[in-house]
């Protein structure tokens, strides 16, 4: 046993296990940094090799490395100078983030009245399983027709698509609480609304955090997908458009600058999570020496 | 209830505390009749104040049951549990529990963990009236300087320590535990209930433990109940005369030895005819 004269454990000594554990395999003795720029540039090499090998004619359907980073750079001024690009960015940018917060926010509620009320597991979680087995994207005509061409419908797409992965998670973290802490909770006559507040979402919030993460990227999904059935003036739009008219080059580049966004809201999402989910990290649960 | 306030602190004497019953548990039965099973048969027990009763006794034979109709965590079939006077029939303040795992919470520090119990029924505030009452009883477990540490930088030894301080705090007139260092290692399972042993005579407690360890329930108790399967019922009440404090030592005396074969004995008649029946 310890004597308690000594501080606290740190985390170092972890690390060091870690550490033990992994020294036998070389790719742990590269830096991580390293090996990720060697593995990039691989790739960058295998797409410029397969573009440069392309019979003449059909170049034009795989831009190469070259091409793409040049159209990115004209794709960059467009966005940096308020063009048209611009515009269509912060379309989307508000489609994916007014349809995330609504999925998130509308996925939480249904998520707990699902994982906390009898009703909700026995009648509204079958319902909800049998809705997500559906293709969603089959539903983005309708959305169109009932929201119209606007961001309203991709907004409601991006919604539709992203809150099933925060309802499921959050049902599943409220789940996941420990029994016997649920009993000691009733022990100290907490009404259900403490138990609720003080227990049960707390320890769901690491689930919470995982469907709201698989949201941000869903999120994304759904707004194109909107813009590829519904028009406007999105990202989705311009690069149906150039894809019509057989300009990849633009389209990749455009392709960046979705997953920026889905970084950034997916990052958000994660730093949130950090700054909140400071007890909860994959060490602390290993059992830890007694000595 | 009315003795057990004003009684003269004994703690370091060896004379037996003065008989004032706490807890009286009569005829108490429990039938789960969704699986037909009677877990509890007519089982009476009487605890008296700053006593230490072990109950031991094979998987199913209720002794988890027994503890939770105590705590009022589920209600009994028939009889009735009497504490400080008053049938219990629902949690009460008057009832600490501690289980096999600490159960503490990871996103609180071990103050804010020992004082759980105090902000639930009185909120925030009146929690944070009692930190100096909370810091008393860390430093009473030994772990003064703990207090703004979180549960994952504490052994698991220290966080059943904490646990002991949560279910301190309020002051309960019943100390309810159930298997409490079972989740441990062996050598601080024996450190652990040496402190368990001081703290109880510190606090002259009345101590309820279910456990699954024949030394263990020795060791700790005045009384060791024994209790057989299919019903569960009382098969035997061993009394444990070995003075205090013990030692851990004391475990490798004939006495001891004696006892622990008495128990162990008794354990295999109630399985024996448990299982006949």
């Given at each position: 046993?310890?004597?308690t004269t000594?501080?606290?454990?740190?985390?170092?000594e972890?690390?060091?296990?870690?550490?033990?554990?992994?020294?036998?395999?070389?790719?742990?003795?590269?830096?991580?940094?390293v090996?990720?720029?060697?593995?990039?540039?691989?790739?960058?090499?295998l797409?410029w090799?397969?573009?440069?090998?392309?019979?003449q004619n059909?170049?034009?359907?795989?831009?190469?490395?070259?091409?793409?980073?040049?159209?990115?750079?004209?794709?960059?001024?467009?966005?940096v100078?308020?063009?048209h690009?611009?515009?269509?960015?912060?379309?989307t940018?508000q489609?994916?983030v007014?349809?995330?917060?609504a999925a998130a926010?509308?996925?939480?509620?249904?998520?707990?009245?699902v994982?906390?009320?009898?009703l909700?597991?026995?009648?509204?979680?079958?319902?909800?399983?049998?809705l997500n087995?559906?293709?969603?994207?089959?539903?983005?005509?309708?959305?169109?027709?009932?929201?119209?061409?606007?961001?309203?419908?991709k907004?409601?797409?991006?919604l539709?698509?992203?809150f099933?992965?925060v309802?499921v998670?959050?049902?599943?973290?409220?789940?996941?609480?420990?029994?016997?802490?649920?009993?000691?909770f009733?022990?100290?006559e907490?009404?259900?609304w403490?138990?609720?507040?003080?227990?049960?979402?707390?320890s769901?919030l690491?689930?919470?955090?995982a469907?709201?993460?698989t949201?941000?990227v869903?999120?994304v999904?759904?707004a194109?997908?909107g813009e590829?059935?519904?028009?406007?003036?999105?990202?989705?739009?311009l690069?149906?458009?150039?894809?019509?008219?057989?300009?990849?080059?633009?389209?990749f580049a455009?392709?960046v600058?979705?997953?920026?966004?889905?970084?950034?809201?997916f990052?958000?999402?994660?730093?949130?999570?950090?700054?909140?989910?400071?007890?909860?990290?994959?060490?602390?649960?290993?059992?830890?020496?007694?000595? | 209830?009315?003795?057990?306030?004003?009684?003269?602190?004994?703690?370091?004497?060896?004379?037996?505390?003065?008989n004032?019953?706490?807890?009286?548990?009569?005829?108490l039965s429990?039938?789960?009749?969704?699986?037909?099973?009677?877990?509890?048969?007519?089982?009476?027990?009487?605890?008296d104040?700053?006593?230490f009763?072990?109950?031991?006794?094979?998987?199913g034979?209720?002794?988890?049951?027994?503890?939770?109709?105590?705590?009022?965590?589920?209600?009994?079939?028939?009889g009735e549990?009497?504490?400080?006077?008053?049938?219990?029939?629902?949690?009460?303040?008057?009832i600490?529990?501690?289980?096999?795992?600490?159960?503490?919470?990871?996103?609180?520090?071990?103050?804010?963990?020992?004082?759980?119990?105090?902000?639930?029924r009185?909120?925030?505030?009146?929690?944070?009236?009692?930190?100096?009452?909370?810091?008393?009883?860390?430093e009473l477990?030994?772990?003064?300087?703990?207090?703004?540490?979180?549960?994952?930088?504490?052994?698991?030894?220290?966080?059943?320590?904490?646990?002991?301080?949560?279910m301190?705090?309020t002051?309960?007139?019943?100390?309810?535990?159930?298997?409490?260092?079972?989740?441990?290692?062996?050598?601080?399972?024996?450190y652990?209930?040496?402190?368990?042993?001081?703290?109880?005579?510190?606090?002259?407690?009345?101590?309820?433990?279910?456990?699954?360890?024949?030394?263990e329930a020795?060791f700790?108790?005045?009384?060791?109940?024994?209790?057989?399967?299919r019903?569960g019922r009382?098969?035997?009440v061993?009394?444990?005369?070995?003075?205090?404090?013990?030692?851990?030592?004391?475990?490798?005396?004939?006495e001891?030895?004696?006892?622990?074969?008495r128990?162990r004995?008794?354990l295999?008649?109630?399985t024996?005819?448990g299982?006949q029946?």
């Amino acid at each position: 046993m310890t004597q308690t004269t000594q501080g606290p454990p740190g985390r170092a000594e972890m690390s060091d296990a870690e550490e033990l554990w992994y020294s036998g395999k070389w790719i742990d003795r590269v830096p991580q940094w390293v090996s990720i720029t060697v593995l990039g540039l691989a790739m960058l090499g295998l797409w410029w090799l397969i573009a440069e090998l392309m019979p003449q004619n059909l170049r034009i359907l795989l831009a190469g490395p070259a091409d793409t980073f040049e159209e990115l750079w004209d794709t960059t001024k467009n966005i940096v100078t308020g063009g048209h690009i611009a515009e269509g960015l912060w379309i989307t940018t508000q489609e994916v983030v007014l349809g995330f917060l609504a999925a998130a926010t509308l996925g939480f509620l249904l998520g707990v009245v699902v994982g906390e009320t009898r009703l909700g597991k026995r009648a509204v979680m079958p319902y909800l399983v049998a809705l997500n087995a559906l293709p969603k994207v089959a539903f983005a005509p309708v959305f169109v027709a009932w929201f119209g061409f606007g961001v309203n419908s991709k907004i409601v797409m991006a919604l539709f698509i992203a809150f099933f992965p925060v309802i499921v998670d959050t049902a599943a973290g409220l789940y996941s609480v420990d029994a016997d802490t649920v009993m000691l909770f009733q022990s100290m006559e907490s009404s259900r609304w403490q138990t609720l507040r003080k227990l049960k979402l707390p320890s769901a919030l690491p689930f919470i955090f995982a469907g709201l993460k698989t949201a941000a990227v869903f999120s994304v999904v759904g707004a194109v997908v909107g813009e590829y059935l519904g028009g406007g003036h999105g990202l989705g739009e311009l690069i149906r458009l150039s894809a019509q008219t057989l300009r990849i080059d633009r389209v990749f580049a455009l392709i960046v600058y979705l997953g920026i966004l889905g970084l950034l809201l997916f990052g958000l999402v994660a730093w949130a999570e950090k700054k909140l989910l400071f007890w909860h990290k994959s060490e602390i649960f290993e059992i830890q020496g007694t000595g | 209830m009315t003795e057990s306030t004003d009684r003269v602190d004994r703690a370091g004497q060896e004379s037996r505390p003065v008989n004032a019953e706490v807890a009286r548990i009569t005829d108490l039965s429990k039938t789960f009749h969704r699986r037909g099973v009677k877990a509890l048969d007519a089982v009476n027990l009487t605890l008296d104040h700053g006593t230490f009763t072990s109950v031991i006794g094979p998987s199913g034979c209720g002794k988890s049951t027994l503890l939770k109709i105590m705590a009022g965590l589920i209600p009994a079939t028939s009889g009735e549990v009497l504490l400080q006077g008053r049938p219990v029939t629902g949690p009460r303040q008057d009832i600490g529990i501690m289980f096999q795992q600490p159960t503490l919470l990871p996103w609180r520090t071990t103050l804010q963990n020992v004082l759980l119990p105090i902000e639930i029924r009185s909120g925030s505030d009146a929690a944070q009236a009692r930190s100096a009452e909370a810091l008393q009883l860390l430093e009473l477990v030994g772990l003064e300087g703990f207090d703004h540490v979180y549960p994952h930088e504490l052994s698991g030894g220290m966080a059943q320590r904490v646990a002991i301080c949560r279910m301190l705090v309020t002051g309960p007139a019943i100390l309810l535990l159930d298997e409490p260092f079972g989740a441990l290692d062996e050598l601080t399972r024996e450190y652990m209930n040496v402190e368990l042993q001081r703290i109880c005579r510190e606090r002259d407690a009345t101590s309820f433990m279910v456990t699954h360890a024949i030394p263990e329930a020795v060791f700790l108790a005045d009384r060791v109940v024994v209790m057989s399967v299919r019903p569960g019922r009382i098969a035997e009440v061993v009394d444990v005369d070995l003075p205090r404090p013990r030692t851990l030592d004391m475990m490798t005396t004939p006495e001891f030895g004696g006892l622990v074969r008495r128990v162990r004995h008794s354990l295999n008649m109630g399985t024996e005819v448990g299982g006949q029946a």
